[in-house]
């Protein structure tokens, strides 16, 4: 129970800090409802379980769906009336969706939200430990080494420039 509190609250900060937001038209409206799906990107897979948050950065409040059924698709009702910043809570994290939703009064609307879940690569090797094991390119003073080196050569390429090699400059009369 305290991670899905944890990432209502993630939630919340990372719609909330978006800029964007624009104030609801009228004053007592009919509220809003939306409705989609929410599935991975390079499968086009549902991701069941996954919440949606739709926040509104105008009053701060956030509404969450819940979970998504086993085809990925949510239901997001009583929505007053304004322009929502989207998030995706699922259990490998949380995704913030770059587009506001703008709701109208009375206003049902459907979004298909997809995701792209990090991948992580099994490319790197591992010694008898599960430590991983350093190679001439993975390791850190190689590149630090590196670094140092291509500074040295562009201190010595712009100093060598500047010590008298230009040419005089205009005189004006």
């Keep these: 129970m305290r991670t899905r509190s944890l990432g209502r609250s993630l939630a919340a900060a990372l719609i909330l800090t978006l800029p964007g937001g ?14 989609g799906s929410i599935v991975r990107a390079y499968d086009d897979a549902a991701i069941p379980g996954a919440r949606l948050h739709a926040g509104d ?29 989207l998030a995706v809570e699922a259990d490998d994290g949380l995704y913030v969706v770059e587009t506001p939703v703008l709701m109208a009064p009375g206003m049902a609307d459907t979004v298909n939200v997809s995701v792209h879940p990090f991948v992580e690569r099994e490319s790197r090797r591992h ?29 010595a390429l712009i100093g060598g420039k500047s010590e008298g090699s230009g040419t005089p400059s205009p005189t004006v009369p």
């Design 57 to 85: 950065p105008r009053t701060g409040r956030v509404f969450s769906s819940s979970p998504a059924g086993d085809d990925g698709s949510f239901a997001l009702g009583d929505l007053p009336p304004s322009s929502y910043r």
């Design 127 to 155: 010694d008898d430990n599960g430590d991983d094991e350093f190679t001439f390119w993975n390791n850190p003073l190689t590149a630090s080494l590196s670094f140092l080196g291509l500074a040295a050569v562009a201190g």
């Design 22 to 35: 624009l104030a609801p038209v009228g004053a007592a409206e009919a509220l809003a409802t939306l409705t």
